[in-house]
């Protein structure tokens, strides 16, 4: 239990020390958006692409990785829209924003680092393979539940397009294909250019945390307590339970992959889904108390598999 305390404490209280910092405008909104984007434009781009183009990939891609991943978060993405649709009486484009919040993982401010921290880089290759198709994956299922919720197909075709768009520009998917192209047919890096991506790279995580912990100041508690809830379980307990079912009994990854896939589903809820529920005017209000609540709950969640991982 040791080592977990040691892992977690430092992971979350970055994560502390950015909501304070933001609490107490010592970093005001651009600011935070501003190391934001160093974090998602070039720190962990570089991350990436470093990692993919010197980690020696597979010759095949490693379907039964990513397929033990997103098919857990498929079904869980389903089994949300049928909770709020019975249970919780939604339409179509509330029950979209409730099945996303369920099942979007926060993969890279949070999942990035603790990841790295329990398995370092043994973890890399299945980490990095998720994320970088994370949204491309995830997305436009989302986009399309809520524009057809609203019955607003163009609205649909044009947020469907807007999204291949920031897809094909983002720098994650650039660092994606950048390293495995890299790795395949690049000579080595060169000592000084590996010094400098390694050390940008490197600053990736903990700033990635600080950023969380500034962007989740934003967030309130605004109600909707037993859905943020219902849906905090879903995001927590039931998708980490049912990707690790694929990923041993029907897969059967060896076992750091998976618990490289497990831990990544087990991250609390990510901003992506408030974002396109906001756009949409969709469930926004569940979505952002979903996004501090399941956070909240996470650091203990989060703990207690690790603690399964290390007697594993």
């Avoid at 183009?53 to 379907?63: E, K, N, Q």
């Avoid at 990095?128 to 809520?146: D, W």
Wanted: net charge neutral.
């Amino acid at each position: 239990m040791e080592t977990v305390f040691e892992i977690v404490t430092p992971v979350f209280g970055i994560v502390l020390i950015g909501w304070v910092a933001a609490r107490a405008g010592v970093f005001g909104k651009a600011a935070i958006d501003g190391i934001s984007d160093f974090v998602f434009t070039i720190a962990i781009p570089l991350l990436l692409f470093r990692t993919l183009a010197t980690a020696g990939l597979p010759d095949d891609i490693p379907w039964d990785v990513l397929l033990s991943y997103y098919l857990g978060v498929y079904a869980v993405f389903a089994v949300g829209m049928l909770i709020a649709a019975v249970l919780f009486r939604k339409g179509l484009s509330e029950q979209g924003a409730f099945a996303g919040s369920g099942c979007f993982s926060n993969a890279v401010l949070l999942g990035i680092p603790i990841i790295l921290a329990v398995f370092g880089e043994a973890a890399s290759v299945p980490l990095f393979l998720v994320i970088g198709v994370h949204n491309a994956v995830l997305l436009p299922l989302l986009v399309i539940v809520l524009g057809m919720g609203q019955s607003r197909t163009g609205a649909m075709l044009g947020g469907l397009r807007e999204t291949l768009f920031d897809l094909i520009r983002n720098p994650l998917v650039i660092g994606l294909v950048g390293g495995v192209v890299y790795g395949r047919i690049g000579p080595p890096l060169p000592g000084p250019v590996d010094d400098i991506i390694r050390m940008l790279g490197t600053a990736g995580a903990p700033v990635a945390l600080f950023v969380l912990g500034g962007t989740l100041a934003r967030y309130r508690i605004s109600g909707y307590i037993g859905e943020a809830l219902v849906i905090s379980v879903l995001k927590l307990v039931v998708q980490p339970l049912v990707v690790w079912m694929l990923a041993t009994h029907v897969f059967g990854l060896e076992t750091t992959w998976a618990w490289v896939v497990t831990l990544l589903s087990a991250m609390p809820t990510g901003v992506n889904v408030f974002i396109f529920a906001n756009r949409y005017g969709a469930g926004t209000a569940t979505a952002g108390t979903t996004i501090v609540l399941s956070t909240a709950l996470g650091a203990g969640t989060i703990s207690g598999l690790i603690w399964l991982i290390e007697r594993s």
